[in-house]
């Protein structure tokens, strides 16, 4: 009887599972996010060399990626507006966090992009 926890009304506690220990191994669905973020790395790699004129082939990828970037951003800014709408004690200091780590980080990225994009059509290696 020693191994059985009861509460005052003689119910019987779930036993808790896992611990409160902090986890040290990543878990499958990590992994299989990098398998797939190498995938298409590969396929752009690929992609590059095949193309008879490399540096739009470049463009037209960099092209690709401001407009996923774009999307995480504006999902962002919904997230954060969400969040703030809730009113919730912490609510308001995640949406905080969410626009200015991950909403500036995303948005300098997405300039950065602009402005190598804007540079190679002035210089005509862009279709």
């Known amino acids: 009887m020693a191994g059985r926890k ?3 009304s003689g119910a ?31 396929v752009a790699a690929d992609t590059i060399r095949r193309a008879r004129h490399p540096l739009s082939a470049c463009a037209s990828l960099l092209r690709d990626i401001r407009q996923e970037l774009d999307l995480v ?18 609510d308001s200091e995640i949406a905080d966090v969410l626009r200015r780590s991950v909403g500036d980080a995303l948005f300098r990225r997405i300039e950065l992009l602009d402005r190598l994009l804007d540079d190679d059509v002035r210089k005509g290696d862009a279709p």
């Open 6 to 8: 009861f509460t005052r």
């Open 12 to 42: 019987r506690k779930s036993p808790l599972k896992g611990g409160n220990r902090i986890r040290t191994h990543p878990s499958r669905g990590r992994t299989k996010r990098t398998e797939e973020s190498t995938k298409a790395a590969d």
């Open 73 to 90: 951003n504006s999902h962002v800014v919904i997230a954060a507006a969400a969040l703030k709408a809730q009113n919730a004690e912490h």
